[in-house]
T-cell receptor, first 114, second 109 residues
């Protein structure tokens, strides 16, 4: 299994600012994913972070709002830009490297925008 | 469109078996059934997955019907720490996990 560390674990931010969330994995993985979980809701996939190429975003999410970096096979960042209170959510990093096997999740970053 | 259907909530007495059902009537031949759970304020935790045979690990058992249109996750001796939202997901290959609303399991003393 993969061990995933996310930083920060939580933050309170002012509207209009940006926050960068880091995801570190203890082994090299091909596929990394970023999810959002709004209060009381299920998880929604934001994007797939690809090493060496641009991230692939899901419908409703755009690069200008959620820029993603993937500089190597063990690390990725997600930035939440120009934040508003509607961005208050838990953001989760996930990795899954082999077909038909389990994916693993970090503990998430709880973001509150005031 | 939701690919799985689960009850919104279930209750279970501590020490008893918790049987969580999931319907996936449109599952295709190469899709696996995965179960995850999310304890409050934590990231989802993988439980078990299977294709067509029943599976068992240290956490749970997964029973998949012969036609593969439904499955049941069994926690043999539920504890208070098993209180969580349980997600049933169908997935193939490298495809991403699509989470539905899941089942809120409440284990009571």
């Amino acid at each position: 299994s993969a061990v995933i560390s996310q930083k920060p674990s939580r933050d309170i931010c002012q509207r209009g600012t940006s926050l960068t969330i880091q995801c570190q994995v203890d082994s090299q993985v091909t596929m990394m994913f970023w999810y959002r979980q709004q209060p009381g809701q299920s998880l929604t996939l934001i994007a797939t972070a690809n090493q060496g190429s641009e991230a692939t975003y899901e419908s409703g999410f755009v690069i200008d709002k959620f820029p993603i970096s993937r500089p190597n096979l063990t690390f990725s960042t997600l930035t939440v830009s120009n934040m508003s209170p509607e961005d208050s959510s838990i953001y989760l990093c996930s990795v899954g490297d082999r077909a038909n096997t389990e994916a693993f999740f970090g503990q998430g970053t709880r973001l509150t925008v005031v | 469109d939701a690919k799985t259907t689960q009850p919104t909530s279930m209750d279970c007495a501590e020490g008893r078996a918790a049987n969580l059902p999931c319907n996936h009537s449109t599952i295709s031949g190469n899709e696996y059934v995965y179960w995850y759970r999310q304890i409050h304020s934590q990231g989802p935790q993988y439980i078990i997955h299977g294709l067509k045979n029943n599976e068992t690990n240290e956490m749970a058992s997964l029973i998949i019907t012969e036609d593969r249109k439904s499955s049941t996750l069994i926690l043999p001796h539920a504890t208070l720490r098993d209180t969580a939202v349980y997600y049933c997901i169908v997935r193939t290959g490298y495809s991403t996990l699509t989470f539905g609303k899941g089942t809120m399991l409440l284990v009571s003393p």
